[in-house]
């Protein structure tokens, strides 16, 4: 039988501080149960800071009867500068590629594995080049057993080596556990079980000596869901965690980061939370009330001798309190508006968790006119003043307002516009690295 079309769009467009955007997508079906699909993009700007980056990927997609098989490859390229750190003409070169495997079997009790590898590498270029490589595997898998209390097993391991690592002594993590279903009806779910949390990795991730540094730990896990009316049900969580070990994840959150940290998980041992979420009519609100405790947690603090940032490492007590209230079932209007109220705390030093926010909240509203050709959507992001370092080094509010709108002008060409970074003062998320405020830019889109 014959395919359906490839399918598509491309889109581009340029504006202030020479700032470009590209990006690409098409879907081709190569038979019933087959599809093929590429996607390609490319962001740039020419103001402190100087910021390129591209990403690409192709994914295999296969379908046969009760399986899903999934394969790709993927690369990113980025080059920014490090501008407020010393020397002022510093930058970071990286790239990364990889690819992924995944099997999914479906029916009723349905089975999931897959399988990553990616190397990245990160050049910076100061006083004298750095290079900081790492090749990471990930193996991960989940599955439910067709037996009485529906067993479910989970798990993610990771492999890590870092370049200077002898190649015998990789970095290692484990996150594994199971739950059992020991109560489900219509209204209420009781889940329980436990995970067992595990890692060892160099003490510095560039140095073949100085040792290792290791943590285990097995902690509770617990899932209860209530339904206590029929517009309001009840949340209670327990779910312990073992976070990322990637460079790519480190330097997304913090791209100024310092080069070649010791590359620790976050170690979360008791997350419980509670809440409520109750819908009235075309309102949701949900709110929350949890406290962390983490023997291991990757923290950020500014270094002022460097212009970055240290990343480091502590036991950390959090509790936190947030809300949320959104529209819903309204034809054409999405919105919402968070907030987290939230205490963070360096167990050993008794002081604020640096780069940690008390208060931030988020918003957004998307509106679509003219019988659906025209689009506006609008995000907001807020974070409260916040220590720098452990030094008391004080940065002010965060606030951002990011605007994008589209028009069709046809079945197959949108014009677009953006306003993005917009705020009243200068928008500095961390220290002497602000952004550049108003960026605003124009573009087409084309579709098939």
Not at 253 to 258: D, F, L, R
Request: charged letters at 20%.
């Amino acid at each position: 039988p014959a395919t359906d079309p490839a399918q598509g769009f491309l889109e581009g467009g340029t504006g202030r501080y020479l700032s470009r955007f590209f990006e690409g997508r098409v879907g081709v079906p190569l038979s019933a149960n087959d599809r093929l699909s590429l996607h390609g993009q490319y962001t740039g700007i020419e103001n402190n800071p100087d910021d390129d980056v591209a990403d690409a990927r192709i994914r295999y997609e296969r379908t046969p009867e009760g399986l899903r098989i999934a394969a790709n490859a993927h690369g990113r390229a980025q080059r920014y500068a490090l501008f407020g750190a010393s020397p002022s003409d510093a930058e970071r070169e990286a790239f990364t590629i990889g690819g992924a495997f995944r099997l999914q079997t479906t029916g009723d009790h349905p089975a999931r594995v897959g399988m990553q590898y990616d190397y990245s590498e990160y050049t910076s270029q100061r006083n004298s080049t750095s290079v900081f490589s790492q090749r990471q595997f990930s193996l991960t898998g989940s599955g439910t057993l067709p037996l009485p209390l529906r067993p479910h097993l989970d798990g993610t391991l990771r492999r890590s080596w870092f370049g200077g690592d002898p190649t015998d002594d990789p970095a290692f993590s484990l996150d594994a556990g199971g739950r059992l279903t020991a109560h489900e009806t219509e209204s209420t779910t009781v889940q329980a079980g436990a995970r067992v949390l595990t890692y060892e990795t160099p003490t510095r991730s560039t140095s073949t000596q100085g040792g290792t540094v290791s943590a285990t730990f097995v902690a509770p896990s617990v899932r209860v869901e209530w339904a206590i009316a029929d517009r309001t049900r009840l949340h209670v969580h327990n779910r312990p965690r073992l976070g990322d070990t990637s460079l790519d994840r480190l330097y997304a959150t913090n791209p100024y980061a310092q080069h070649a940290p010791s590359l620790r998980p976050t170690l979360e041992t008791t997350n419980p939370e509670a809440g409520l979420t109750v819908s009235l009519g075309t309102v949701r609100l949900v709110t929350a009330a949890r406290y962390q405790y983490a023997p291991a947690f990757r923290y950020f603090s500014y270094d002022a001798q460097s212009g970055l940032y240290d990343v480091r490492y502590n036991s950390v007590r959090i509790l936190q309190g947030r809300g949320q209230i959104a529209l819903q079932g309204i034809e054409g209007v999405q919105a919402s508006l968070g907030l987290s109220v939230r205490d963070g705390t360096l167990t050993s030093r008794d002081t604020e968790i640096p780069s940690f926010a008390p208060i931030t909240a988020d918003a957004m509203l998307a509106v679509s006119f003219a019988d659906g050709d025209g689009f506006l959507e609008a995000q907001t992001r807020f974070e409260s003043p916040r220590d720098a370092s452990l030094a008391n080094d004080r940065l002010d509010s965060y606030f951002t307002l990011d605007l994008e709108g589209t028009y069709a002008l046809g079945d197959q060409a949108e014009i677009m516009a953006r306003a993005e970074h917009l705020s009243s003062g200068t928008l500095t998320l961390w220290k002497n690295h602000p952004r550049p405020p108003a960026q605003v830019s124009a573009g087409l889109r084309l579709n098939w």
